[in-house]
């Protein structure tokens, strides 16, 4: 077991491929927070991962709200005294042409898929820092790098997202913090997956 004792956060991890990738650390013995707006589906995501014989707490959050990371990050440290890693999987797209799209559409695409992102990594920083020790996990869309028809806003979003990872990455190196950015795409969802990743891929969702 490559993750035991470790303690994971998996945000958007009820389903899709959040779903596949908390499965995956509870099976490499990590307690994972299932981690998810829909408090329903990181309910049951929990219970068949404690029910597989692995360690998993259900979390509802918003991650649009930075408060709510914050709470987040305290409520897992005051269950299981550390955090070891984050995978900022959540994400949410709505397919179509961009000249169809809304100022609604855009503004939620950049909440979740970038302004999320920066929420959770900057609630779990300092404890990183003062620990000496950290692993961030960014999920994006191979969208973002090489473009996809129907996603333009996707696409514009994802390059934020790359930033953000960038800009930050140095400062982690510095102080034994280490991140990761993978890009799925519908050719990569099952190898990464398995089954959830082609639910994931049906759906459309990036979380």
């Given at each position: 077991?490559?993750?035991?004792d470790?303690?994971?956060?998996?945000?958007?991890?009820?389903?899709?491929?959040?779903?596949?990738?908390?499965?995956?650390?509870?099976?490499?013995?990590?307690?994972?927070?299932?981690?998810?707006?829909?408090?329903?589906?990181?309910?049951?995501?929990?219970?068949?991962?404690?029910?597989?014989?692995?360690?998993?707490?259900?979390?509802?959050?918003?991650?649009?709200?930075?408060?709510?990371?914050?709470?987040?990050v305290?409520?897992?440290?005051?269950?299981?005294?550390?955090i070891?890693?984050?995978?900022?999987?959540?994400?949410?797209?709505?397919?179509?042409?961009?000249?169809?799209?809304?100022?609604?559409?855009?503004?939620?695409?950049?909440?979740?898929?970038y302004r999320?992102?920066?929420?959770?990594?900057?609630?779990?920083?300092?404890?990183?820092?003062?620990?000496?020790?950290?692993?961030?996990?960014n999920?994006?869309?191979?969208?973002?790098?090489?473009?996809?028809?129907?996603r333009?806003?996707?696409?514009?979003?994802?390059?934020?997202?790359?930033?953000?990872?960038?800009?930050?990455?140095?400062?982690?190196?510095?102080?034994?913090?280490?991140?990761?950015?993978?890009?799925?795409?519908?050719?990569?969802?099952?190898?990464?997956?398995?089954?959830?990743?082609?639910?994931?891929q049906?759906?459309?969702?990036?979380?």
């Open positions: 077991m490559r993750l035991k470790k303690v994971a956060i998996v945000t958007g991890s009820a389903s899709g491929i959040g779903l596949g990738i908390a499965n995956r650390m509870a099976r490499e013995g990590a307690k994972v927070v299932v981690a998810d707006l829909n408090f329903e589906g990181a309910k049951k995501a929990a219970a068949e991962i404690e029910a597989s014989g692995g360690q998993a707490m259900p979390y509802k959050i918003d991650v649009t709200k930075y408060d709510q990371a914050c709470a987040m305290k409520e897992v440290l005051g269950k299981w005294g550390q070891d890693i984050l995978v900022n999987n959540a994400g949410w797209d709505k397919f179509g042409p961009f000249v169809d799209s809304t100022e609604d559409v855009w503004d939620k695409i950049i909440a979740i898929n999320g992102n920066v929420n959770c990594c900057h609630a779990v920083w300092k404890y990183f820092l003062d620990r000496k020790y950290g692993k961030i996990i999920i994006a869309s191979d969208a973002g790098r090489v473009g996809s028809s129907g333009d806003r996707l696409r514009r979003d994802q390059r934020g997202h790359y930033r953000v990872h960038q800009v930050v990455s140095p400062r982690g190196r510095q102080s034994a913090d280490q991140r990761e950015l993978h890009l799925p795409g519908p050719g990569r969802y099952t190898a990464v997956c398995g089954n959830e990743g082609r639910k994931a049906a759906g459309g969702s990036a979380a």
